[in-house]
């Protein structure tokens, strides 16, 4: 009787936890509320959670309910874990089961190159179990970085060490960026979209809710849109936008003006000239060539000439300033310019379209001796896909420019080989990244090599030419002098964090030292259909390098582009997260 009793108590029980895992709604009071039903501790919802996805990963199907269902698990424990505090011995088990978990998630992962459990296996990778950093000190340094507004995935990386951050001292972290964003709708700055995304993170239900409605009715009407969802964040709803009203939220315009591209009749450059893109690439911004002479050899590299096809200041060019770069979405794309303009400046097959052309002659030990810039008309002769190459330089496949790819491919190894500190930085902050996991295109080898090649040349021709130019910085990361300065104790794994943290790059006027690549200057110039500094760039190229663009050019103007790239991109990066976020939810709903 008395084992009926227990198996109808552990039934109702599993019940209950699965109804609590469908439910997804895993705040504190959710959790707590739960555990008061089954009569659970904290760490006996952990030891359930892992038991439970283990047995799902020990049952695997490649589809969308398992799957799902491990991302429940996952999601649950990454909170769970992060309010705990553990003891020495526990630390040690629960970091067994999150290895377990996650070498078998990977490999599943691996197995379907199924993006989801990708990140299952990163969360579970990002979960801190000795949180040893003090919490006050992890609120003073977190606020050095909110007055940086330092990138948002870094913030939340710290605050994974110690969560309790966010309720102490009566939400002061909320506090702080609460006022923050009242001076930024008081002053119409765009950092409210940095601020907003901030008080998502740092809410709690513990925050005096009638004490900041106060302060945002003494301000603002309830016209602001920044104030509405501001209100709505105060009461616990973070997701309260549709992804069609994130769009407009971040100005976003979808309905793109297009105009005639007047396209040469004549190609005036001969021979070989190829590009390699995805499978699905609609629109190629850039190609490569390759010849000998005698011992050189002689790369081509080719974008598209986009600068001079669309006008400085034109309607079109406003549009794709507005956008500012290329995003795909699920289920939609933001763009610069509408379909018929990108088809007609993409580098496709056959077709005669203009280019700015870096020649760069290389001996034969793939040491380059000399480089030069020219406006020229090809013609592509092929458009290949990374899989048909790789299958080439694999010796798969058999074709007629087999030699050129593969000596393309030599000379890229040799550019990388070079480099042994990019190939380092790259390769850390890829770490524990899906990305680390996938085996790389030999063919995207070629690509990026290149493509790096011609952002750093092309910088140092307009440096040595004295020309106003936007170039690509990236510093060595700071926090790590900031944590000393601020005389922060750190234990080993936040330590680890800092360690392994690095600062996103930065456009600038001045060419200062790029640390992620290596390169004593370089810039962003080979997706000038995709991303608006490139095409920018473009501008100033045919201005003071070909002269034979004339638009008015003022430099306190062009410092403004500057801080508007920078800015730009801050606010892309929390729309494209926003985004996502939003369309889970209504496909959930």
């Known amino acids: 009787m008395l084992l009926l009793v227990l198996i109808g108590e552990y039934m109702q029980n599993n019940e209950l936890y699965n109804k609590f895992v469908k439910k997804e709604d895993y705040s504190l009071e959710s959790i707590v509320e739960f555990e008061l039903f089954a009569l659970m501790t904290h760490k006996q919802l952990i030891r359930k959670t892992f038991k439970q996805l283990n047995s799902t990963l020990g049952n695997f199907e490649n589809n969308e309910i398992i799957i799902h269902y491990i991302e429940n698990y996952v999601n649950l424990l990454s909170i769970i874990c992060d309010i705990v505090e553990f003891n020495e011995e526990e630390v040690i088990i629960n970091k067994n089961r999150i290895k377990k978990s996650r070498e078998a998630i990977l490999a599943y992962a691996n197995k379907y190159n199924n993006e989801k459990l990708f990140e299952c296996a990163n969360k579970l990778d990002e979960i801190i179990l000795d949180k040893n950093i003090n919490v006050d000190d992890l609120i003073t340094l977190i606020k050095k970085l909110i007055d940086k507004k330092e990138d948002i995935n870094i913030i939340k990386k710290l605050l994974n060490t110690n969560k309790g951050a966010i309720i102490l001292n009566h939400n002061v972290l909320f506090d702080y960026t609460f006022n923050l964003a009242m001076n930024s709708i008081k002053d119409n700055s765009e950092n409210i979209y940095y601020y907003i995304a901030l008080l998502k993170i740092f809410y709690s239900t513990t925050i005096d809710k009638n004490k900041y409605i106060d302060i945002l009715n003494s301000i603002t009407d309830d016209k602001n849109e920044f104030a509405n969802e501001i209100y709505m964040i105060l009461f616990g709803i973070k997701r309260g936008l549709k992804p069609d009203e994130i769009l407009d939220k971040y100005g976003v315009l979808t309905n793109l003006k297009g105009q005639n591209i007047y396209l040469p009749n004549k190609k005036t450059k001969n ?163 899906h990305q680390e996991i996938h085996k790389e295109h030999k063919s995207n080898k070629i690509v990026s090599e ?121 606010e892309l990066s929390l729309m494209r997260a926003e985004y996502s976020r939003a369309l889970k939810i209504q496909k959930k709903s």
């Open 450 to 570: 290149f493509m790096i090649l011609y952002g750093h040349l092309l910088a140092k021709l307009m440096c040595e030419n004295s020309s106003p130019f936007v170039y690509r910085t990236q510093n060595s990361s700071y926090i790590d002098s900031l944590v000393k300065k601020l005389n922060i104790k750190l234990d080993e794994s936040t330590q680890k964090i800092i360690d392994n943290i690095y600062l996103p790059s930065r456009y600038s006027n001045i060419p200062l030292f790029h640390n992620g690549l290596n390169l004593d200057m370089y810039c962003h110039a080979t997706d000038p259909s995709r991303r608006y500094s490139d095409l920018y760039n473009q501008y100033l190229v045919h201005k003071f390098y070909f002269n034979d663009k004339d638009f008015d050019f003022d430099y306190d103007k062009f410092l403004n582009y500057i801080e508007y790239f920078n800015q730009r991109n801050v």
């Open 271 to 433: 021979g070989i000239i190829i590009t390699i893109d995805e499978d699905k690439t609609k629109v190629r911004d850039d190609a490569i060539s390759i010849i000998k002479d005698g011992n050189k050899t002689i790369i081509g590299i080719y974008i598209t000439d986009v600068g001079s096809y669309v006008e400085p200041c034109s309607e079109i060019d406003k549009q794709a300033l507005n956008n500012y770069k290329c995003l795909y979405l699920p289920n939609t794309s933001t763009r610069l310019f509408s379909s018929n303009i990108e088809t007609s400046i993409s580098l496709n097959k056959n077709g005669n379209k203009k280019v700015l052309a870096l020649y760069v002659v290389f001996d034969e030990n793939a040491t380059i001796e000399d480089y030069f810039l020219k406006e020229e008309v090809i013609s592509v002769s092929d458009n290949l896909t990374y899989n048909s190459v790789d299958l080439i330089l694999d010796n798969f496949k058999r074709c007629e420019i087999e030699h050129e790819l593969k000596e393309l491919y030599s000379i890229a190894c040799s550019l990388d080989s070079k480099n042994v500190k990019k190939k380092e930085y790259w390769e850390r902050k890829n770490k524990q990244s």
